[in-house]
C-alpha cells in the first residue's frame, strides 16, 4: 500500500520568513496529493491539492510543488503570519473517492 | 451549508465499556470515511461507505469496531470493548461523488476518545 514520509515533524519560523514542509510517497499510482491545516480543536482542513499532471501550484502565499519522478512533493508558506501556526498534514490518494494516505504532521509554529 | 457533525467532541471510557461515535455529513455527500489519529501519529484510514454500502473497510483494526450508515445519511461507530489502545482522535469526513467533481473531503472536528 502506499506510504507518506512528511518531514520536519516540528518547524519554527519567524513571522515574515518562508516555510517548506516535504513529503514523499511511495506508490507511482497515486495521482492526487491534498494538503491539510488542523487547527487546534478543529479537524484538517483542505488549504491546496496537486494533481500529478501539474507541476506547481499556487495560491497566495501557499504553494505546492510535485516531482513525481522523485515521487516528492512539498508546501511552501511565503510571508509566514501567525494565524498560519498549526498542523499540516500532507497526503496522497488515487483520487476520486479512494482512502487517503496521510503523512505524520507537520507541527508549524510561527513566531511575532 | 452545515459542515460534518461529530459528537460527542470528547469521550472518556473505562477499558471494556463500549462506545458510539456519530458523524453527520453534509447533506448531499455520498462518501462517508472515518479516520483516526492515534498518539500524534498519522492519520490512518478505518473506512469508506458510498451512500450505505460499506465500499471499503480494510482500515477497521479489528473486529471489535463496528460502523453503520443506515440509510445513506448519518454513520455510527462502535468500539465494543474498548482497550487502552482505541485512544485517539476519531475523525469523520464527507465527500461528493467523484463524478459529480468530488476531490477532497470535508472533515468533521473529531472526537477524542480517552480509554482508561
Known amino acids: 500500500g502506499e506510504n507518506v514520509e512528511q518531514h520536519p515533524s516540528t518547524l519554527s519560523v519567524q513571522e515574515g520568513d518562508s516555510a517548506v514542509i516535504k513529503c514523499t510517497y511511495s506508490d507511482s499510482a497515486s495521482n492526487y496529493f491534498p494538503w491539510y491545516k488542523q487547527e487546534l480543536g478543529k479537524g484538517p482542513q483542505l488549504i491546496i491539492d496537486i494533481r500529478s499532471n501539474v507541476g506547481e501550484k499556487k495560491d497566495q502565499r501557499i504553494a505546492v510543488t510535485l516531482n513525481k519522478t522523485a515521487k516528492h512533493f512539498s508546501l511552501h508558506i511565503t510571508e509566514t503570519q501567525p494565524e498560519d501556526s498549526a498542523v499540516y498534514f500532507c497526503?496522497?490518494?488515487?483520487?476520486?473517492?479512494?482512502?487517503?494516505?496521510f503523512g505524520t504532521g507537520t507541527k508549524l509554529q510561527v513566531i511575532p | 451549508e452545515a459542515g460534518v457533525t461529530q459528537f460527542p467532541s470528547h469521550s472518556v471510557i473505562e477499558k471494556g465499556q463500549t462506545v458510539t461515535l456519530r458523524c453527520d455529513p453534509i447533506?448531499?455527500?455520498?462518501?462517508l470515511y472515518w479516520y483516526r489519529r492515534v498518539m500524534g501519529k498519522e492519520i490512518k484510514f478505518l473506512l469508506h461507505f458510498v451512500k450505505e454500502s460499506k465500499q471499503d473497510e480494510s482500515g477497521m483494526p479489528n473486529n471489535r469496531f463496528l460502523a453503520e450508515r443506515t440509510g445513506g445519511t448519518y454513520s455510527t461507530l462502535k468500539v465494543q470493548p474498548a482497550e487502552l489502545e482505541d485512544s485517539g482522535v476519531y475523525f469523520c469526513a464527507s465527500s461528493l461523488s467523484r463524478d459529480r467533481g468530488g476531490y477532497g473531503y470535508t472533515f468533521g472536528s473529531g472526537t477524542r476518545l480517552t480509554v482508561v
Open positions: 497526503a496522497a490518494t488515487m483520487g476520486g473517492y479512494q482512502k487517503v494516505t
Open positions: 447533506s448531499g455527500h455520498d462518501n
